[in-house]
């Protein structure tokens, strides 16, 4: 008998050990998931007994495995439908959006129970737009009669220890050039830093590394400080969550900060921290709102991120006493 046929006969919503699964979808990038941690911890929570899958991209596997309990259902993005058949699912949640493109993917799961925002199909709350993300998830679930607490960001410890403990990271990269602080300002706070008697890293992505050794170069930092794309994700979090001190843009780096609780300079550009931004704690957010042009995928940086200077940081940094 095929895999096909085996799904066909299968009872509807439950894999072939009998457990029921749910399913959620929210195919976007590291700080998307990392600011839906409260909702994928209420739901494992809500659903012990579920089989729980996260539609992802697949090189999230490792940090999906901080938060616990869930595997990785790569998918990239909503061009393709969710590599699902029809009535495996018992629980569809939707965590991407409102939107048609999610609301119909997840329609297509054709699950017994499904969570998400109002639409022309199902009932739920409106889509707020001036609402946290944290919070936003957490209502959702609430509305569907699952408690959720938007705080409850905490992850698992990494497996990995940190190759450079109680270092101070400048996080150099971001997905868009709307998020880019100008280099030679994160080579000037690295200088300053390293003076200070922090020892400075530099991390991003391996597309970002030229940029992290043109800081490196401009701050006087050893070849050695560069540890953009030589970081597995585990690797990164171990990073982040033994670091001394995290400078970053609105990106992943700056979340994994929030969840460990590691003190943390964020210099929000087109997005506005009031949806973005972290959670009460050691926490300091930069930015210049009146100045927000608000285009995420500008290439140039935001009016708001170009207005944070180095003595902006640099008092920060004092603020939370890691100078």
């Known amino acids: 008998m095929s895999g096909g046929e085996l799904l066909a006969h299968a009872a509807p919503g439950k894999q072939g050990d009998g457990r029921p699964e749910l399913l959620v979808l929210r195919a976007l990038k590291l700080g998307d998931l990392l600011v839906a941690v409260p909702a994928l911890k209420a739901l494992r929570r809500a659903y012990p007994g579920h089989r729980l899958r996260y539609a992802a991209q697949g090189w999230l596997s490792e ?7 869930y595997e990785l259902l790569p998918t990239h993005g909503l061009d393709e439908p969710l590599a699902v058949e029809p009535g495996v699912v018992d629980v569809a949640v939707n965590l991407h959006g409102s939107g048609p493109e999610s609301q119909g993917r997840i329609e297509a799961l054709q699950a017994r129970r499904t969570i998400g925002h ?72 690295a200088s300053a830093l390293a003076v200070a008697g922090h020892n400075v890293v530099l991390t991003g992505s ?102 944070v200077t180095v003595q902006d940081v640099l008092e920060a940094v004092g603020v939370l006493g890691v100078l």
């Open 206 to 307: 391996s597309t970002e590394r030229d940029r992290a050794a043109e800081v490196c170069r401009q701050s006087g930092l050893s070849q050695d400080a560069v540890l953009a794309g030589r970081l597995g994700l585990g690797e990164f979090a171990a990073t982040i969550a033994a670091a001394r001190l995290v400078i970053s843009a609105d990106t992943g780096a700056a979340h994994l900060a929030s969840a460990y609780g590691t003190p943390s300079v964020v210099l929000f550009g087109p997005a506005p921290p009031e949806i973005w931004g972290p959670p009460p704690g050691p926490h300091i957010v930069l930015t210049r709102a009146e100045l927000r042009r608000g285009d995420t995928f500008a290439h140039q940086p935001d009016p708001a991120l170009l207005a």
């Open 63 to 69: 940090a999906l495995g901080l938060v616990g309990g």
């Open 118 to 189: 109002r639409s022309e199909h199902r009932d739920g709350p409106p889509w707020r737009a001036r609402l946290h993300e944290r919070e936003r998830w957490a209502a959702l679930l609430e509305w569907h009669g699952i408690e959720a607490d938007p705080l409850d960001i905490q992850l698992n410890a990494p497996q990995q220890s940190s190759p450079v403990p109680a270092a101070t990271v400048l996080h150099v990269g971001a997905a868009y050039g709307s998020r880019l602080w100008p280099a030679e300002r994160f080579a000037a706070v």
